[in-house]
């Protein structure tokens, strides 16, 4: 039960954090308008959280739920609308 918080919990981390940071951070980069954007940054958070899956709560489909958000997040952060390029703040 408590693993299934935790995968909750790192699911839903990943989207809220991934879709801020591509809001704020990248709505100006072309990089992240690309289909494969939300993909490898999916596949590349999972890489990197599957070195905690040593940790007891921590299994591999906990990363994985973590990786399914960030590829959410970018997915939809990048959707957001952007401001035209004369009207930088």
Do not use: C, K
Request: glycine share 14%; net charge positive.
């Amino acid at each position: 039960m408590v693993g299934l918080l935790i995968g909750a919990v790192a699911l839903g981390g990943g989207y809220v954090a991934a879709r801020n940071f591509v809001r704020r951070r990248l709505r100006f980069v072309d990089a992240v308008r690309r289909p494969a954007a939300p993909i490898v940054a999916g596949v590349a958070a999972t890489a990197l959280a599957l070195p905690a899956a040593a940790l007891p709560f921590i299994t591999m489909w906990t990363a994985a739920a973590f990786g399914v958000g960030v590829a959410g997040g970018v997915a939809s952060g990048r959707r957001s609308a952007e401001l035209p390029p004369g009207d930088q703040p």
